[in-house]
């Protein structure tokens, strides 16, 4: 029989409310350009495919660092690797407030999203290090919701600042939070000692881990999974603009509703995963059957798009980006159910490179086809995304429990190879 987990400690409830707060800064510091991208657009006279271009600029640097930032953090350890990305995203952060033209504004887009990459892969291995396997979907949707938080925040925030100091000052003052963030990460998380020995052992080689068909698999599914969110927080304010005639300040005013809606699916994904494992269902089952329900609720982006009224439009906004994140949860939470703790953050982010890659692909697509058309194909493509996504993780992921005959080994092989 499997031995039983040990009694999780209370702190780990503080140790993913710090992750939770790295995770709204790192949105933050995202959405600032999301909200001041119609100012910008006017003073620096960008297209939609420059627009997108800077986006994607973003996404190149996301893309490539979450192949290097999981794998960094696992052989670092979560305190010192956490550390590290959010230093480096948050001064990348203020640098925002140097640029001179679409050329810098990309080049500092890309600096950040190489920052960026890190905090699902560090904020994961908080999940498997603390929490044990009926609580990590929770956990996940826990952390996860300072996405929501930040995006929230972001649009009166940021708007606000912009209105009243200028559009250099929003970015300077978003990027300060994360400095601010690691004078409390720093002196506060330590790796439970229950855990430790398996945490901070040195990971399997990472083109081992990437040969599994869990790991290839996951990251296949996740191209047509998180691009769906990227749409949502880079292009909804341009939409509400262009589609919806929204001014700055009613952006500020209303588009930060469908955020905070969405931030209900985080705790909601969670225990809908978690009710699933205690009728019986196994850990990566629940998951799967999570993502495919919510995937369900995202196809409500057609409603929103052809909907004639921008409130109803919003409404349905609200439950297709509640459905992303409510499934979401179950997907952070499936690499600690099939891998070690000392090599999930590697797992994740070689996988979010899917994300990365789809993310660029439909971000440029999206550009191209809102100029050459309009929003409604667009809506329309994001609807369905999601469920080839869930076909993937059901056709595909085999998630049986991956084990290396000694992980304290840098060279140990997997004993099952899926």
Known sequence: MPQAEPKPSNLRWLMIALAFFATLVNYLDRQTLSVAAPVLRDQFHMSNIQYSNIVTGFLLAYTIMNGVSGPLIDRLGTRLGYALCIAWWSVAAVLHSFAQGPL?????RFLLGAGEAGNWPAAIRIVAEWFPERERALASGIFNSGSAAGAILAPPVVAWILLHFGWRYAFAATGIMGLVWLLFWLPIYKTPPETAHEALSPPPPTWTLFRTRFVWSFTFAKIFFDPVWYFYIFWFPEYLKNARHFDMAAIGTYGWIPFLVAGSGNILGGLVSGWLIRRGMEAPKARKASVTFFA?????????VLAPSPWVSIAFVSIAMTGYTAGLA?????PADVFPKNCVGSVYGLASMGSGFGGMLFTTATGWTVEHYSYTPVFFGFAFLPLICATILWTLARTERVTFPDTRSATAQPAISR
């Open 104 to 108: 810098s504004l990309g080049l500092c």
């Open 296 to 304: 369900l609720w995202m196809t409500a982006a057609i409603p929103a």
């Open 330 to 334: 179950s997907m952070l939470s499936l």
